[in-house]
């Protein structure tokens, strides 16, 4: 079973910032966050990922509570092409395999 | 870099017919995985690979076996095809030092749509 919780869709207006949240109770101290994203039916992508402090790349900003029980995904200014199922991940316990959950759906309109 | 390649990208099977999806990559990189997504569905793990030689079960491994005698390849065998096995498999890889906590990024191929009937 995935160990993230994320809701199943989200909407948001062109040009605006998408804030896509993840809950991760159960993550332990050395388990990174990954956000990958997957436009209709290509391959998922990787956007960003993090420990502790927030991250930002040119893709995404990527916030993790103090308790690291939870995240959010920022996409500054939405564009329709941002419009993907993002997926929250973290790893399996002292394992190597990465389990996606069924992710957030993310519809950006004009 | 081609990045990672699957072949081939589409294949009707007939009911207790068998195959193998290709999956190579060309960036050194010592994980390989594969992963099914049904309609509408998250990526399953069926196989890993942490290097050559070295494979383990994901979370769906049932119908399904690996091999992984080069760094570069690591096919995903279906011996006897069911219809529960019509689905979209996507082969990734990745560079990771396991002993760490951190698991680099993993680029994924454009995927394989297989229908059995």
């Known amino acids: 079973d995935a160990k993230t919780t994320q809701p199943p869709s989200m909407d948001c207006a062109e040009g605006r910032a998408a804030n896509l949240p993840c809950n991760h109770s159960t993550i332990s101290g050395n388990e990174y966050v990954y956000w990958y994203r997957q436009i209709h039916s290509q391959g998922p992508q990787y956007i960003i990922h993090?420990?502790?402090n927030n991250e930002t790349n040119e893709m995404a900003s990527l916030i993790i509570t103090e308790d690291r029980k939870s995240s959010t995904l920022i996409l500054p200014h939405a564009t329709l092409r941002d419009t993907a199922v993002y997926y929250c991940?973290?790893?399996?316990?002292?394992?190597?395999?990465?389990?996606f959950g069924t992710g957030t759906r993310l519809q950006v309109f004009p | 870099n081609a990045g990672v390649t699957q072949t081939p990208k589409f294949r009707i099977l007939k009911i207790g017919q068998s195959m193998t999806l290709q999956c190579t990559q060309d960036?050194?990189?010592?994980?390989m995985y594969w992963y099914r997504q049904d309609p509408g569905m998250g990526l399953k793990l069926i196989y890993y690979?942490?290097?050559?030689?070295?494979?383990d079960k994901g979370e769906v491994p049932n119908g399904y076996n690996v091999s992984r005698s080069t760094t570069e390849d690591f096919p995903l065998r279906l011996e006897l095809a069911a219809p529960s096995q019509t689905s979209v498999y996507f082969c990734a890889s990745s560079f990771s030092l396991s002993a760490s906590g951190f698991q680099e990024t993993q680029y994924f191929g454009p995927g394989t749509r297989l229908l059995v009937l």
């Open positions: 993090g420990l502790k």
């Open positions: 960036m050194n990189h010592n994980y």
């Open positions: 991940i973290v790893r399996v316990d002292n394992t190597d395999k990465l389990i």
């Open positions: 690979s942490v290097g050559a030689g070295i494979t």
